[in-house]
T-cell receptor, first 115, second 114 residues
Framework: GESVGLHLPTLSVQEGDNSIINCAYS??????FIWYKQESGKGPQFIID?????DKRQGQRVTVLLNKTVKHLSLQIAATQPGDSAVYFC??????????????FGQGTILTVHP | DTEVTQTPKHLVMGMTNKKSLKCEQH?????MYWYKQKAKKPPELMFV???????INESVPSRFSPECPNSSLLNLHLHALQPEDSALYLC?????????????FGSGTQLSVL
């Protein structure tokens, strides 16, 4: 069960390194996934998305990988910069047949980039 | 423009007060949302409006009352809140494209209930 004062997973990297943030999702019926970045005092910012009929999608410096067999999602950030420091959330769309985005968020990972 | 604007940015209220949070988007999105986020936790869905009609209420207590006056505006009316309701309240809007329903979030209202 969840413990009081649960700490978010953390990842610390040096500037210029590549970062990999992982996420396990629970609903095998989810067909759409989004990665968000949330900086302190701000709302979640859209980074990249992927549909369940794909296993990889690339953006600018970011790549999302989807493994439906094990219900695993990852976000790869190339040449990580200090400005990438934030909390990263994966989100799955389990709209249950509706056409709007009833997103369920993962617990989040704190990324810290050291200069 | 992918901007969702929320006001106020910060709000402090007593348990007997009535206040409202406001959200505005001019992207022509058909769906708007309220999420609640506690510190060090992920956002949790509260309400969904689709075409100005309430589509989802995630069993939210009646002291939170959403309103969608038109397709660009979303309000959250607050009354008789409890200290445990203190949180970041996030508004989002979305429109489906060929990939899926992308949600875009505002910066939130940080609410403190005393």
């Amino acid at each position: 069960g969840e413990s009081v004062g649960l700490h978010l997973p953390t990842l610390s990297v040096q500037e210029g390194d590549n970062s990999i943030i992982n996420c396990a999702y629970s609903n095998s019926a989810s067909d759409y996934f989004i990665w968000y970045k949330q900086e302190s005092g701000k709302g979640p910012q859209f980074i990249i998305d992927i549909r369940s009929n794909m296993d990889k999608r690339q953006g600018q410096r970011v790549t999302v990988l989807l493994n439906k067999t094990v219900k695993h999602l990852s976000l790869q950030i190339a040449a990580t910069q200090p400005g990438d420091s934030a909390v990263y959330f994966c989100a799955e769309n389990n709209a249950g047949g509706t056409s709007y985005g009833k997103l369920t968020f993962g617990q989040g990972t704190i990324l810290t980039v050291h200069p | 423009d992918t901007e969702v604007t929320q006001t106020p940015k910060h709000l402090v209220m007593g348990m007997t007060n009535k206040k409202s949070l406001k959200c505005e988007q001019h992207m022509g999105h058909r769906a708007m949302y309220w999420y609640k986020q506690k510190a060090k936790k992920p956002p949790e869905l509260m309400f969904v409006y689709s075409y100005e009609k309430l589509s989802i209420n995630e069993s939210v207590p009646s002291r939170f009352s959403p309103e969608c006056p038109n397709s660009s505006l979303l309000n959250l009316h607050l009354h008789a809140l409890q200290p445990e309701d203190s949180a970041l309240y996030l508004c989002a809007s979305s429109q489906a494209d060929r990939d899926g329903e992308k949600l875009f979030f505002g910066s939130g209202t940080q609410l403190s209930v005393l």
